[in-house]
């Protein structure tokens, strides 16, 4: 492995973007955005002493000596009542549920219980101030870290952004400004910070909780200039963007994408429904980050609380959204408590074995896909960090494995397939690019749930 982040990680396609290494550098580092819309760190100057050192030993791609599971087991399992499994890291309760305010549980992503915990901590005085995610104020970039200080202002940061954001400014606040701070963020994120509290004493003073978000994957910035042109609207013309719009009377799962325009008028509002927009897929992994194939950590597991979409048919059909948290820190826990007794919120406890159901998808492409593709990536001999899971050429089926090779396929045309289609309106090269690709991985997405469905056929009708 090299010496330092650029040569490591960076050169290597792992770095998410997250800013950690210019944010605990800031006179080596610094982030910008590179042609794929995708955040890197680069080079100012060797000024800060030992910087390489430091940028790897707080870069969450990097070979660090903890991983999820021995930074949770210091954080965590100290705690009576603590257990683990493999796939949610460390818990004390898990839960589904929703604020009883309509009106935030409307405006979330899924049932508002970040917010609402936000906000208690910030109005509480248990934190002074909230690193959150949301719109940016000035500049070409539609979301940024915000460090809110105001209970009122932790509004403007709800919804999910699935747009790439760097938090090295936000570093640098945190350890400016005295008070204790929460920091919300992806797993991934999450996991930078507590390699950073680690170097950093003030820092590790400093951030008091952290929330992590269920994360699918990264996307870059082009996927929201690609919703837009789907939309009708070019990238230009955004002022801001709307991921998760919620649709009255339609499964949580059926949302639109909306996009509000520069230009004022009552046209200025463009929507269409997520399933009408062309490989809408998540699992086409169309912009995805490289980084986030080699990430095994859906549920944020180093956070004190992880929070995502209750993808369990009970919850589904509800078209305001349900969240899924899980506990792992005993004063939250009780803040959580707290908050159902004063009718804030509605929680119902829920087995893990839930939990992992309503991720199954995106545990199985982590987990058993990840196994091979570390294998492509061994017999390639390229460099990945070290995971949890083993390195397997047989993991899962021989259609499940196909469907690795295309969704690798898909994930790297697509950013290249935008670049050419930029400076022309409209998505025609792009789809014309993508399309037989596209359609390869639903004829092989249809073939591999075949055996599945003839099992299930069998042992319903046993004697035929």
């Known amino acids: 492995m090299s010496e330092n982040v650029l040569e490591a990680v960076v050169a290597n396609d792992l770095c998410v973007g997250c800013g950690m290494c210019a944010g605990m550098l800031p006179g080596s580092l610094r982030m910008h955005t590179n042609k794929y ?13 030992g910087w390489e050192q430091v940028s790897l030993q707080v870069c969450p791609f990097a070979n660090n000596d903890e991983n999820e599971d ?5 954080l965590f ?64 970039n539609l ?36 008070g204790k701070v929460l920091f919300i963020g992806l797993p991934c994120f999450i996991k930078a910070m507590r390699l950073a509290m680690k170097q ?65 008028g009552p046209d200025n ?42 993808w369990l048919a009970e919850f589904i059909k509800d078209y305001r959204g349900t969240s899924i948290t899980i506990c792992r820190n005993t004063d939250l826990l009780h803040v959580l408590a707290t908050g159902v007794d004063k009718g804030d919120i509605s929680l119902q406890e829920i087995e893990v074995e839930e939990v992992i159901k309503s991720q199954a998808g995106g545990i199985r492409q982590r987990r058993t896909g990840l196994q091979y593709r570390l294998y492509l990536s061994a ?38 397939a935008f670049l050419k289609q930029q400076p022309i309106d409209g998505l025609d090269i792009f789809v014309r690019l993508l399309r037989p690709w596209i359609l390869t991985s639903k004829i092989v997405n249809i073939a591999r749930h075949v055996p599945g469905i003839i099992r299930r056929s069998l042992l319903k009708y046993p004697n035929h």
């Open 37 to 49: 819309g995708a955040y890197v760190p680069e080079l100012i100057e060797q000024v800060d002493q």
């Open 70 to 74: 021995s930074i949770g087991k210091k």
């Open 77 to 140: 399992n100290f705690q009576e009542g603590v257990q683990h499994c493999s796939e949610t890291g460390y818990y004390l309760k898990c839960f589904t549920g929703h604020v009883l305010n309509e009106e935030v549980r409307l405006s979330a992503t899924s049932g508002g219980i970040i917010t609402w915990l936000a906000e208690e901590l910030l109005s509480s005085g248990k934190v002074d101030a909230v690193a959150c995610v949301g719109k940016c104020d000035e500049g070409e």
């Open 143 to 178: 979301f940024e870290y915000k460090f809110i200080t105001d209970a009122a202002e932790i509004s403007e940061c709800r919804k999910s952004r699935y747009y790439p954001v760097e938090f090295s400014g936000t570093i640098r606040k945190i350890k400016e400004v005295e």
């Open 200 to 264: 950093d004493p003030v820092l590790a003073d400093r951030v008091a909780y952290t929330i992590g978000l269920f994360c699918g994957h990264l996307k870059s910035k082009h996927y929201a200039a690609y919703l837009a042109r789907s939309s009708g609207v070019h990238e230009k013309d955004i002022q801001t963007v709307d991921f998760r719009k919620k649709i009255k009377d339609k499964p949580a799962n059926k949302y639109a994408f909306e996009v509000v325009t520069r230009n004022e």
């Open 269 to 310: 509002h463009r929507q269409i429904m997520m399933q009408d927009v062309w490989a809408s897929s998540w699992s086409n992994n169309l912009f995805m980050l490289d980084a986030c194939e080699y990430c095994d950590d859906i549920m944020a597991e180093t956070a004190d609380i992880s929070v995502g979409d209750a």
């Open 379 to 416: 017999r390639k001999g390229l460099w990945r960090p070290g995971k949890r899971v083993t390195t397997d050429g047989k993991a899962g089926t021989f259609f499940f494995r196909l469907l690795q090779l295309l969704r690798i396929k898909t994930k790297t045309l697509s950013r290249q």
